[in-house]
């Protein structure tokens, strides 16, 4: 323990007080519902309830791609999950995902509907409905489920160590972040290794391994997350960024990113996605709002 330090660890921790910082509202140290509400069911074979987030993202990327793919059982109404508000605390997304965090899948396309949470087990649920988006040779299909368990494991060393220290804490500590910027810096080395050799996360295809690791890493180097690209001098991992770059032009990346997200531009908001035509709405939105900039 350090010396210098005021802080002296309870013998056993209480719940006596908010920690401070974003967040702190909804954070608890017990699972369960806070209240009951079930959650709303719309036509389409999946259900998804989730947030704009890099993590909802990964999610409406795969099923933009499943249905540009012409998957039409990956048709799908995306349901807004307000975090903030702790929707994800009502009975009927605890039954979904009993972990209380978006995205929450629904598959209601056989007899009965199954439940699928944790956004890498979404991807892979899907992939492998479809057949898509995922190698089926057994290296191929190794190499893409390890890249897809990394950003699983490797992300809350991003999300929850690095940036809640240096975003969100209701202070600034050298210690978190120091420790954790390393961490990210070597993350970001890794796939830049990694993408100097390979087109994708996987070789030449482009999979599921790519659209994990796009929404958190891509956005870093976007600087959409966390202000933090300076700070961790993301424009120096070239091959990194040419990827971010590539993936980023994708039509079907730009339509994922827009469901269920609830900041930005507001034309670039899809707050609830239960049509594929929502997107020329908020099209005609954005042609409205460049022609009103001039
Ligand atoms: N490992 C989970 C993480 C999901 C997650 O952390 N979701 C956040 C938003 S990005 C959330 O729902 N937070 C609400 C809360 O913690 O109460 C996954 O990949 O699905």
């Known amino acids: 323990m350090n010396e210098a330090s005021p802080y002296k660890p309870a013998k056993v921790w209480k719940w006596e007080k908010e920690n401070g910082g974003r967040f702190a509202a909804i954070n608890r140290p017990i699972a369960g519902p806070t209240h009951e509400k079930e959650l709303p069911v719309g036509r389409h074979?999946?259900?998804?309830?989730?947030?704009?987030?890099?993590?909802?993202?990964?999610?409406?990327?795969?099923?933009?791609?499943?249905?540009?793919?012409?998957?039409?059982?990956?048709?799908?109404?995306?349901?807004?999950?307000?975090?903030?508000?702790?929707?994800?605390?009502?009975?009927?997304?605890?039954?979904?995902?009993?972990?209380?965090?978006?995205?929450?899948?629904?598959?209601?396309?056989?007899?009965?509907?199954i439940r699928v949470f944790e956004s890498g087990a979404i991807l892979l649920h899907l992939a492998e409905k479809f057949g898509a988006f995922m190698p089926i040779d057994p290296a191929g299909r190794a190499e893409c489920l390890s890249w897809l368990f990394w950003q699983v494991g490797a992300t809350p060393f991003l999300g929850g160590g690095f940036g809640h220290f240096y975003a969100y804490a209701p202070e600034k500590f050298e210690y978190p972040i120091d420790r954790y910027a390393m961490e990210v810096k070597r993350q970001l080395d890794v796939l830049d290794r990694h993408l100097a050799d390979n087109k994708y996360m996987c070789g030449n295809d482009y999979t599921i391994a790519d659209m994990a690791i796009w929404p958190w890493y891509g956005a870093l180097v976007l600087n959409r997350v966390y202000e933090a690209a300076e700070f961790l001098d993301a424009g120096s991992?070239?091959?990194?960024?040419?990827?971010?770059?590539?993936?980023?032009?994708?039509?079907?990346?730009?339509?994922?990113?827009?469901?269920?997200?609830?900041?930005?531009?507001?034309?670039?908001?899809?707050r609830e996605r239960h049509d594929a035509s929502d997107f020329e709405t908020k099209t005609q939105d954005k042609l409205e709002a460049v022609s009103n900039k001039q």
Do not use: C
């Open 237 to 270: 991992y070239k091959n990194l960024g040419r990827w971010t770059q590539e993936i980023g032009e994708r039509e079907t990346v730009q339509r994922g990113r827009m469901v269920n997200r609830t900041s930005g531009l507001p034309e670039e908001q899809l």
């Open 45 to 113: 074979p999946m259900q998804l309830y989730s947030l704009g987030t890099p993590n909802g993202v990964k999610v409406t990327i795969l099923l933009e791609e499943l249905l540009a793919r012409g998957f039409s059982g990956a048709e799908y109404d995306a349901w807004l999950i307000s975090i903030g508000n702790g929707e994800q605390f009502g009975s009927g997304f605890v039954k979904a995902n009993p972990n209380s965090k978006i995205p929450a899948l629904m598959d209601h396309s056989g007899e009965k509907p």
